[in-house]
């Protein structure tokens, strides 16, 4: 698949784009720049906050795209191309099902802010990783913006203590997934990574054919399912190895980079 079509490229964040440190391959700035200069497209897809990830890109955070919160909002230049918030009725529903749950923690995600009413260390450490725009509230019922995704973290694993009883009580109304081994995202129902991406080929005008991704976990499987050229990493979910048509590196091997430099550069 050497010089194939490609037009747009995205890559989630944890566990694939960055290194077992979450830290960002410096090399990376010259392979956006090579692919700029190709005319394709390159966009972070993850389930972290837009603050956070135009924090990490910060030297081409001013052109590049990112499609944050697992795919309910994705901004270009400072301008938002794309949305899909959780409609407020759900809301209250959601976090007090959450807060029934022994040991989860709950991050109210809003466009303008992440919220969150705890102050436990090792939460706030964990919820510093992704939300570089967070606030301390009282009750997160009191809040007024737009939301798009509630995260739930869980430190004794979200797949086993806390996607079961979600997906039961919200799985057919919303999408329920799993993003990590301590995370859990409730979204829309038609949110995903993959309903963004859908959302860029119409309005662009590049095609699945075109599409390329990597990912690594749960919530990278519709993101996937909507490129022709999808990879997994080596260190991904089983799951997501057997929807992937392509198998990449591990992230800690920057395997990104090493495929976009044997595909496309």
């Known amino acids: 698949m050497p010089n194939c079509d490609i037009k ?45 990830l135009i924090e990490t890109f910060a030297p081409v955070k ?11 909002l994705v901004m270009h230049k400072g301008e938002e191309l794309y949305s899909c918030a959780i409609e407020k009725a759900s ?25 969150i009413e705890t102050q436990d260390p090792t939460a706030l450490k964990e919820f510093s990783k992704y939300y570089h725009r967070c606030q301390y509230v009282e009750d997160l019922l009191s809040i007024d913006d737009d ?23 919200f799985g057919e109304s919303h999408q329920v997934v ?7 995202d409730v ?20 095609s699945f054919e075109q599409t390329m991704s990597f990912g690594d976990y749960l919530n990278d499987m519709e993101m996937l399912k909507a490129s022709g050229h999808s990879y997994a990493m080596e260190n991904a ?23 976009i430099k044997q595909k496309l550069l």
């Open 237 to 259: 979910h089983p799951t997501v190895k057997q929807t992937a048509r392509f198998s990449a590196p591990s992230n800690t091997e920057s395997g990104v980079l090493t495929v």
């Open 178 to 184: 799993v993003s990590a081994k301590i995370w859990l």
């Open 91 to 115: 809301i209250t529903a959601i976090i007090e099902h959450a807060r029934a749950i022994e040991g989860a923690q709950i991050v109210l995600c809003g466009k303008k802010s992440a919220y």
């Open 147 to 169: 939301f798009i995704k509630v995260a739930i973290c869980h430190f004794g694993g979200t797949e086993e203590l806390v996607y079961p009883t979600f997906n039961q009580a």
């Open 187 to 206: 979204m829309n129902a038609t949110a995903s990574k993959g309903a963004a991406i859908e959302h860029l080929q119409q309005s662009l005008g590049f």
């Open 8 to 52: 747009f490229i995205a890559a989630d964040m944890d566990g694939t784009l960055l290194d077992e440190n979450s830290q960002l391959n410096p090399e990376f700035f010259d392979v956006y720049q090579q692919l700029t200069e190709k005319g394709i497209i390159f966009s972070a897809a993850s389930g972290r906050q837009y603050y956070s």
């Open 62 to 72: 001013d052109d590049m795209m990112f499609i944050a919160e697992n795919g309910t």
